[in-house]
């Protein structure tokens, strides 16, 4: 004898989770769960019931509303991985999310802030970007897709038809090298050509047609063919044939991290890309790699001669390279070598320019690549080399020409901060910004009564952070301490109160470099340093930074200090002083702002009276 009736599967709750997700709310009904899990109603219930008797569900009965069901635990719901994707919007939001989800969603989508102030509640907005589908790193559409299906808990037509539609428009033009040696601009389409490029190149760019679909290029202004083009939503894909000059014997002496792996192969594929990553990451070791992998002769460009002398002690102690190979051309000393050391202000000169353009560069490296945009900067991007690579912790500018880095140079490669941190590569650093009150009546009233560019100066030079700088320096008396300012006077008061050296631009090279050397090497425990200290210049184990002054800068300069503190190893702590009840707290707050999307935590403290 058969029995007809037949035993469904028990609900888990593992599904139950998953219409969670599904539902994007934590207490359910009946209704909904079999809608999510494509049951019946009748089933679903059932599931739920057995789920109640198994402890994993409490039901939640309201008179005159349906039975709902949430976790016994609700705290389970906090630690899982919970994504939630808004195709409108195309932004993507994930609690607690895997490396793995992390590792993913960075090759198509921009994360643009990281909430949470414990460990493990940790949730991130993604943002996807048209810019980020063009930079992409897959062969093929279906890649992509793949990846991103791997990741988000549900197919999304409206958000997969806008990302075809991005990847699309990053493959229509071509550079290419004609086989008698000139540069050709080909487009998918006729269509394409006459009325995108024609229409918003001028003679000077497009020297005459040569198809319907081709046009010879004036080599000299493929960087701007590129900016005009890219502007217009069609990024360039590059496929010219350049030569790499004469070959260069070099091989990396130090280890390569997984991920700077992953960036120098990538690198390798595209032939163009800026290294994004957090200062202690390992960008110059990646770079250095990469000069090894290119082969051939390099030109390294740098905003100052501290960051030239430093480029070439790294070129010596991480590779093969002798002094002998490499030659540095500034101010001063000018010599080329297969290895050069150039900063932009000198190759952008027009009494050295012809110099640097008669060289068959294999590579140029860009390095702090975020200055590229402007105008001093600019002339350099348009050297001829096969390929170009920029380094950047921040390439973020407050004129908004981001795009213009990636277009000049090429696109982002780079690894999630936070996957770093966790990863224990890079050691994340404390953040607190402590609003500071005034304690004298006469600087408050003299604040009151000013305006202007004078009440931001007095706000930035409150004479009561000389003595909160005194109390963390005494909080942390065995950490190596480096406080920043704006203002020359309030760096030379700051440092006659606690008796340290300020190192400013009025510094002299000679006294400059003795004093960054005694702080390296631990003969100086403090300094105080002016703007010259935020970008270029290595001050390794700095574990407390002080931000005394300079709140109304850049999102950039915010990150490059606290940049100072990350390092592989170690705990570091950065304090940011505002003056309450001021300015300062907004600049404060929007400089932070920018962390907090790479994933740093920040703090907030109000400093008693």
Not at 290 to 295: C, L, P, Q, R
Not at 344 to 350: F, H, L
Not at 536 to 552: K, M, R
């Amino acid at each position: 004898m058969t029995d007809d009736t037949t035993e469904e599967a028990p609900l888990s709750l593992d599904d139950f989770y998953t219409a969670v997700d599904a539902e994007e709310r934590p207490v359910l009904t009946a209704q909904q769960v079999a809608r999510r899990l494509d049951l019946d109603e009748a089933a679903a219930r059932r599931g739920l019931d057995a789920l109640v008797d198994a402890g994993d569900l409490e039901p939640a009965r309201v008179e005159g509303e349906p039975v709902a069901w949430y976790p016994t635990d609700i705290r389970d719901l906090a630690g899982r991985e919970r994504v939630i994707v808004f195709p409108t919007r195309r932004e993507v939001v994930v609690d607690q999310p895997t490396q793995y989800t992390r590792a993913q969603l960075s090759q198509f989508a921009h994360l643009v802030d990281s909430t949470g102030t414990d460990p493990g509640t940790r949730g991130y907005l993604y943002r996807i970007r048209q810019e980020d589908i063009w930079a992409a790193p897959f062969d093929d559409l279906e890649g992509l897709l793949g990846s991103m299906r791997s990741v988000l808990p549900r197919r999304s037509p409206h958000l997969e038809e806008w990302v075809e539609s991005q990847w699309n428009r990053a493959h229509q033009f071509t550079l290419r090298t004609h086989e008698d040696g000139y540069t050709v601009l080909e487009a998918a389409t006729e269509e394409l050509m006459g009325n995108v490029a024609r229409q918003k190149l001028s003679e000077d760019q497009l020297r005459a047609p040569i198809s319907d679909t081709e046009s010879w290029v004036n080599a000299e202004e493929v960087a701007s063919v590129k900016r005009v083009l890219y502007e217009a939503g069609y990024p360039v894909v590059d496929e010219r044939e350049l030569e790499t000059g004469d070959p260069i014997e070099i091989d990396l002496t130090a280890s390569l991290r997984e991920y700077q792996r992953s960036w120098v192969d990538t690198f390798l594929d595209q032939q163009a890309g800026v290294y994004v990553g957090p200062p202690g990451s390992g960008k110059t070791i990646a770079a250095i790699a990469t000069i090894a992998a290119v082969g051939g002769e390099t030109l390294i460009l740098v905003p100052s001669r501290e960051l030239a002398a430093q480029w070439r002690e790294a070129l010596t102690s991480e590779s093969t390279l002798t002094d002998a190979q490499i030659g540095e051309y500034h101010g001063g000393q000018k010599n080329i070598r297969p290895v050069t050391i150039a900063t932009y202000q000198t190759a952008g000169m027009d009494r050295h320019r012809q110099l640097f353009d008669s060289r068959k560069w294999g590579l140029i490296v860009y390095d702090e690549v975020q200055h590229i945009p402007s105008k001093v900067f600019r002339r350099s991007a348009d050297l001829q080399t096969s390929h170009r690579l920029g380094l950047s912790a921040t390439p973020v500018r407050e004129d908004d020409k981001e795009s213009e880095i990636f277009t000049l140079i090429g696109p982002p490669i780079g690894t999630d901060w936070a996957a770093l941190f966790d990863a224990g590569f890079v050691a994340e650093p404390e953040v607190e910004i402590r609003y500071v009150p005034w304690r004298d009546e006469m600087d408050r009233n003299e604040y009151t009564s000013a305006d202007g560019r004078e009440r931001y100066q007095l706000a930035a030079m409150n004479p009561a952070k000389i003595a909160e700088i005194r109390y963390l320096c005494e909080t942390h008396p065995n950490s190596k301490t480096l406080i920043f300012v704006d203002y020359l006077d309030q760096g030379d008061e700051i440092a006659e109160a606690l008796d340290i050296p300020f190192i400013s631009g009025e510094t002299r090279h000679y006294e400059r470099q003795r004093q960054f050397e005694a702080f390296r090497n631990g003969e100086l425990q403090t300094l105080v340093v002016s703007r010259i200290a935020d970008e270029g210049i290595d001050l390794p184990n700095a574990e407390l930074a002080i931000v005394a002054s300079g709140l109304g800068g850049s999102r950039r300069q915010g990150t490059q200090r606290a940049g100072r503190t990350m390092r592989p190893v170690g705990s570091a702590v950065l304090y940011v002083l505002a003056t309450r009840g001021t300015r300062e707290e907004d600049f404060a707050q929007q400089q932070m702002r920018h962390l907090a999307g790479k994933g740093v935590r920040i703090r907030e403290t109000n400093v008693s009276e």
